[in-house]
């Protein structure tokens, strides 16, 4: 190949180099090459490989030094970061307003029953009220772990259940004692309850109530499985997931389009 | 490295052998090239593209400096500052004093005193 072919060739390789690095050096290393080729003291044998290695090797960092300078601009940045926070802090949002509507929401066929059974055992206190029917059901016992219908539980003011249309592998459960004592003082409240854990656990959305009768108080525990709320609160978090995903994703695309169409400009010059 | 400060030792082999080449005199992007592949001069075989994206970068860190003499406008020569030459010095003695421990080592032959 003659001398004139390899310059030539090698004049058109430097279009490959950053527009920046092209036009400040690019004379330069045609004129360093030129005499590189015209010095017999190293032998085209050894002086083309260098060639050809260098090429490859300073067009990978001069095009990483490139981008380092185009995106690392600290306005760029700080406002992508800034975008990034926007969207992670309304994916949060996009999840956790369904999610507690959901949850919320779960309560409520409980709300009711606890109530209307709270009102009639006030009246008859919770052993006389048992024995009267206030449970009297005609759907037969709701296993706790397979359906989704709500139940109802008596427990005395020691917390011993006295009465229950729902059990749990033959058994009425009992919450912590913590619940009973925090209902005790405020009356009422509702809960997330796990009587069984681990692979087989069941998770009830419960609210447990005072029955105020002076001479046989006690608590009404009204519950219902989550497990169908939770599969709905799941895809909701799927949802907001991919959008929180999906967002950063514009904003990445976003931030190299405008970070590309944003550099510093150099002139034209031929190579 | 820093703008305007002395360079983390160590050097890179190119860096090392450009700083060294402009230490004697300002020299063209070539006669560097030559200098720094020879054993004195650090024997680094680099091409163009390394060369020039060196002395970019030590241009900016304040190491080296386009003198402006040049015999034809496409070869541009280049000089050491104050900075460069510091750094050279600094990256000079961090190898003596590894020389040296090579050499009480045995693992160079001692110089003989003559």
């Avoid at chain 1, 046989?216 to 959008?243: D, H």
Wanted: hydrophobic share 45%; aromatic share 6%; net charge positive.
């Amino acid at each position: 190949m003659t001398t004139a072919r390899l310059k030539a060739l090698y004049a058109r390789a430097l279009r490959l180099y950053p527009a920046a690095f092209r036009d400040a050096y690019g004379a330069a290393m045609r004129q360093c090459f030129a005499d590189a080729l015209a010095d017999r003291s190293i032998s085209r044998r050894t002086l083309l490989p260098l060639v050809l290695k260098d090429l490859v090797i300073s067009l990978i960092k001069e095009h990483f030094a490139m981008l380092r300078e185009t995106y690392s601009r600290p306005t760029l940045v700080f406002n992508a970061l800034v975008l990034a926070g926007i969207s992670t802090v309304l994916a949060l949002a996009l999840y956790a307003i369904p999610q507690q509507v959901l949850r919320n929401g779960a309560n409520d066929p409980q709300i009711e029953m606890a109530t209307n059974l709270k009102a009639r055992l006030d009246f008859y206190g919770v052993t006389n009220g048992l024995i009267q029917g206030a449970l009297a059901n005609n759907s037969g016992i709701v296993d706790m772990a397979r359906s989704l219908s709500p139940f109802l539980i008596v427990y005395d003011d020691q917390g011993r259940a006295l009465g229950s249309t729902g059990q749990l592998e033959g058994q009425t459960p009992i919450p912590p004692n913590g619940i009973f004592d925090y209902v005790r003082v405020h009356g009422e409240e509702r809960v997330t309850w796990q009587p069984v854990h681990g692979s087989g656990s069941v998770r009830i959305a419960a609210v447990v109530v005072r029955v105020n009768n002076g001479s046989q108080p006690g608590f009404v525990l009204a519950g219902r499985n989550l497990r169908e709320v939770e599969t709905r609160e799941s895809q909701v978090r799927q949802m907001a997931g991919i959008t929180w995903i999906s967002m950063l994703g514009l904003i990445l695309v976003g931030t190299v389009v405008f970070g590309w169409i944003s550099r510093p400009k150099h002139t034209q010059a031929t190579v | 490295m820093a703008n305007g400060t002395a360079a983390a030792s160590p050097l890179t082999p190119a860096v090392f052998a450009i700083l060294l080449a402009l230490a004697e005199s300002e020299k063209h992007g070539y006669a560097i090239m030559k200098e720094a592949r020879t054993a004195r001069g650090g024997g680094v075989a680099m091409g163009p593209g390394t060369l020039y994206g060196t002395l970019d970068r030590l241009i900016r860190d304040g190491l080296v400096e386009e003198s402006g003499t040049s015999d034809d406008e496409r070869r541009r020569y280049y000089r050491l500052k104050a900075l460069g030459r510091t750094t050279l010095a600094g990256e000079v003695g961090r190898l003596d004093a590894a020389v040296a421990s090579a050499r009480s080592l045995g693992l160079l032959p001692q110089r003989s005193r003559r």
